[in-house]
């Protein structure tokens, strides 16, 4: 069965097209990686999942549930279900690191202080952080560190689906490949369904079961990793070389 | 000639639009008071900030007033009227004009500003997304608390800086100006209306709403990373302001009843 499905979603800002008739099935368990330049509509369809961006046309169905043009409490009810992991962390920065995993359970699920307290530990814990930062600030930890409590973060509430935006984006490839791992063990422990946007290959290698390269608002090729590696597709085949010859050109406004 | 019409019109185009956003937000947040959840907590911090700490700036500006308007009043008048115009018309312009106004004035620059960089922070950087994908409605959770502590707030501070505005025109008029202090007291007690207090509460109440408000709005819809933050911070202080002079005529003249 499809947990997520994308149909024939558009979404544009003014005049510029971001995505333009995207449509992708994801299955339940699923890791789907959306490769792709800058700017062209990756962060964009996460949000759109979200309700952070109300597409233009098109449909996203969570469970096989509309999710485009719902109530707020019924969007809110979808959101319990899906964590995400922004690309800067977006920890809150005037919360200490615990109040920030504890957070989605207090607010959002109601759980008490003490029950939330315990489970924020636990995640931490996952994500190879000690109880030595549970009362420090966001900004007192180092990139890595705040990617961690990120993670923390999203699976806190138990999410069915997880969203990375560009998880390992400015982090050394030793702390990268870090996130990567704690990502793949995470989430495969938990068995959901997760979509990753990023245009770094080595992570999309260490994460992806299918891979996604986006180019002007439309999916141009899926399939996965050794395939990719495999295919003849120009655009795929481009991505990878990083040769800026080929049908590829990531200027901005797709108009 | 062209251009330039193009340029009003359009300029005309985009002032409505920011109009019509505002209210919408205005409405949202006046709806979002009377639905669960409410955010306590977050309520009582914000009274402490708004209320609390904006004391001594409200305080001083009060006392200050009343203590010039004491000695401007005197310039001004025959001396033997003195004891009893003096107190008149510092407690008249104090708890009517002076204590809501430039009370208000003030917490628009501490406060109003101090929201709008706080919001339009956790704005440009994913922070507001990140309390939706929590399943946290930001209006809830960052406007309203802030909205209400505004307004019941503000009308606290202006009581206590009539006291003192009172109270700086007092030690002038009796310390510096030599009018006798129990004559001068009494003036003050029969010059006091609950008209007048009321009115500058009131007043006060607005301007909690108008500042709180426009800080929200200014940093929920700021973009641009630290320029526009900046931008927005400057915009909820300027507007603001210029909102709260406007709202105290339309008031005024409400209670003066022309």
Redo the contacts between chains.
């Keep these: 069965m499809d947990k997520i499905v994308y149909k024939n979603v558009s979404k544009s800002f003014d005049d510029l097209i971001v995505l333009d008739d995207f449509s992708l099935n994801i299955k339940k368990g699923d890791s789907v990686v959306i490769i792709g330049g800058s700017g062209t509509g990756k962060s964009v369809s996460l949000?759109c999942l979200?309700?952070?961006l109300t597409p233009d046309n098109g449909s996203i169905k969570v469970d096989e549930q509309e999710t485009v043009g719902i109530s707020?409490e019924y969007r809110?009810?979808i959101?319990?279900n899906?964590?995400?992991l922004?690309?800067?962390g977006?920890?809150?920065?005037?919360m200490t690191v615990i109040e920030n995993v504890c957070?989605?359970l207090k607010?959002?699920?109601g759980i008490s202080d003490r029950k939330s307290r315990k489970i924020g530990i636990e995640c931490l814990d996952k994500v190879g952080l000690d109880k030595s930062i549970l009362d420090k600030y966001p900004s007192d930890l180092s990139g890595g560190m705040r990617k961690r409590v990120a993670l923390a973060?999203a699976i806190a509430?138990n999410p069915e689906i997880i969203l990375f935006d560009e998880p390992t984006t400015g982090l050394d490839p030793i702390t990268a490949s870090t996130i990567d791992n704690l990502i793949v063990d995470t989430v495969r422990k938990m068995g959901v369904t997760t979509i990753t946007v990023t245009h770094d290959l080595a992570s999309v290698r260490r994460i992806a079961d299918r891979v996604a390269l986006l180019y002007k608002g439309k999916i141009e090729w899926i399939g996965t990793v050794q395939e990719m590696d495999e295919t003849d597709n120009p655009f795929v085949k481009q991505f990878i070389n990083g040769s800026s010859k080929g049908p590829i050109h990531w200027a901005r406004g797709n108009k | 000639m062209f251009n330039i019409a193009q340029n009003i019109g359009s300029l005309i185009i985009d002032s409505v639009e920011v109009i019509g956003k505002m209210i919408r937000f205005s409405l949202i947040s006046i709806i979002g008071i009377l639905s669960r959840p409410f955010y306590t907590n977050i309520f009582i911090n914000q009274c402490i900030n708004i209320g609390f700490f904006s004391l001594p700036v409200v305080g001083m500006t009060t006392l200050f007033a009343g203590m010039v308007l004491a000695l401007q009043s005197y310039a001004g008048i025959n001396p033997n009227l003195a004891s009893t115009t003096i107190p008149n018309l510092i407690v008249l312009a104090i708890t009517r004009e002076l204590a809501p106004v430039l009370g208000g004035l003030m917490v628009a620059g501490r406060i109003g500003a101090s929201i709008a960089a706080e919001i339009g922070t956790m704005r440009v950087t994913e922070q507001i997304e990140a309390l939706e994908t929590l399943s946290t409605d930001p209006i809830k959770y960052l406007v309203i608390p802030r909205i209400l502590a505004g307004i019941i707030t503000l009308p606290i501070l202006v009581l206590i800086g009539d006291i003192i505005g009172i109270l700086g025109g007092y030690i002038v008029s009796v310390s510096k100006l030599g009018l006798n202090p129990a004559s001068y007291l009494n003036n003050t007690i029969e010059a006091l209306s609950l008209i007048g207090v009321i009115s500058g509460l009131t007043k006060a109440s607005v301007f909690g709403f108008i500042t709180t408000i426009m800080g929200c709005y200014q940093g929920y819809n700021s973009s641009g990373g630290a320029e526009g933050v900046g931008k927005a911070t400057t915009n909820a202080v300027v507007w603001s302001s210029i909102m709260i002079l406007i709202a105290n005529y339309i008031i005024t003249e409400m209670f003066v009843g022309v």
Excluded: V
């Excluded at chain 1, 977006?90 to 005037?94: G, P």
């Design positions: 949000k979200l309700g952070l707020s809110n009810k959101n319990e899906i964590g995400m922004f690309q800067n977006a920890l809150f920065d005037s957070f989605g607010s959002g699920k973060r509430t």
